[in-house]
Nanobody
Framework: QVQLVESGGGLVQAGGSLRLSCAASGRTFSRYSMGWFRQPPGKEREFVAAISWSGGSTDYADSVKGRFTISRDNAKNTVYLQMNSLKPEDTAVYSC????????????????????WGQGTQVTVSS
């Protein structure tokens, strides 16, 4: 089992940047593919980005491609989401999630595949 804690959210102006972090407990973090999801106000949770357990494969929602970058440091049990060129429509609660996939490659984009979730961190982008 893994516990996830996000940090790095906040208020930023449009065009600005934020880096979210998700720290995981436990010794099996490196076996988990990791994803970032977000829930905008009044809307359902949606996929943002995912990274394989090795870090060798990533996937992004079309709405964030070219602006967001997901990465991980297995030695630090942490996954990151670098968010650049932020837009007001990026405003949401951002959550990280883990899905054990080792040794299969890739990472899922489907919310239902993820077993463990953090509590979320608020990102607000002002216009």
């Amino acid at each position: 089992q893994v516990q996830l804690v996000e940090s790095g959210g906040g208020l930023v102006q449009a065009g600005g940047s934020l880096r979210l972090s998700c720290a995981a407990s436990g010794r099996t973090f490196s076996r988990y593919s990791m994803g970032w999801f977000r829930q905008p106000p009044g809307k359902e949770r949606e996929f943002v980005a995912a990274i394989s357990w090795s870090g060798g494969s990533t996937d992004y929602a079309d709405s964030v491609k070219g602006r967001f970058t997901i990465s991980r440091d297995n030695a630090k049990n942490t996954v990151y989401l670098q968010m650049n060129s932020l837009k007001p429509e990026d405003t949401a609660v951002y959550s990280c999630a883990g899905h054990i996939m080792y040794p299969q490659p890739g990472a899922s984009v489907h919310i239902g595949d993820y077993d463990y979730w953090g509590q979320g961190t608020q990102v607000t982008v002002s216009s």
